[in-house]
Each structure stands twice: as C-alpha cells, then as structure tokens.
C-alpha cells in the first residue's frame, strides 16, 4: 500500500485497516510513495505508482537460470496483479483482495 504522510486519504485509510482482524492487518504493507528527497521510491516506479493511496497486489516468485557452469541461480520475482487506485476504491475491495490472495480468512 503506497502511502504518503500527512495525506488525508491515506489517514483515512489507515483508520479503516485498523478496523481490520490482525490477521487481516497482516496481509498489509504500508510504503512510501516518495522518498525523502521529494521523488518517487525505486519501488514506485518499479511498480509505475505516482499516486497515494495506491493498493498494489503482487505475485512473489522464484525465477532460475543455468549459469554458464550449470548452476542454478535464482532471484526472487515481484510481479503486480492487482491494483486499486484511491481510498475509496481501496476500502471497497480490500476485503475481497485480502480474501482472494491470501489465508488470512480461514473458511468457517
């Protein structure tokens, strides 16, 4: 979740998460848009985010290749599939999100 300080959607959106189950919580990465310089995170800009607040799902994999001596080297991967952009549009769906990427809602 792209944030940024003193921003009043993000204040009111960090109200609404309190309200969540800690399990919920959990599931929820608070990060800043900008750094301290006034410009946008590398990971902002990897993930093409230039407002706040900004929901970003992503994927975290594990990519492999052969080296040249036949060694596996792997990276891990982060790949967006979900973004919802705004307070409102966050607080709307984010219980679906959290249900639909993660465990933190166990079936009855």
Known sequence: MFT???CEP?????????TLTKPQ???L???PLRGPDGGFTALAEKLQVDSA???VVTYEGLSCELDADGD????????????LIGVD??????????DGYTNANPPE
Request: charged share 30%.
């Open 4 to 6: 940024l300080p003193d």
């Open 10 to 18: 993000t204040a009111k959106l960090k109200a609404y998460v309190e």
């Open 25 to 27: 919580q959990a599931t």
């Open 29 to 31: 990465e608070f990060v």
């Open 53 to 55: 607040p900004t929901l």
């Open 72 to 83: 596996e080297d792997c990276d891990y991967t982060e790949e967006p599939v979900e973004r």
């Open 89 to 98: 549009a966050i607080t709307k769906h984010l219980l679906s999100t959290i």
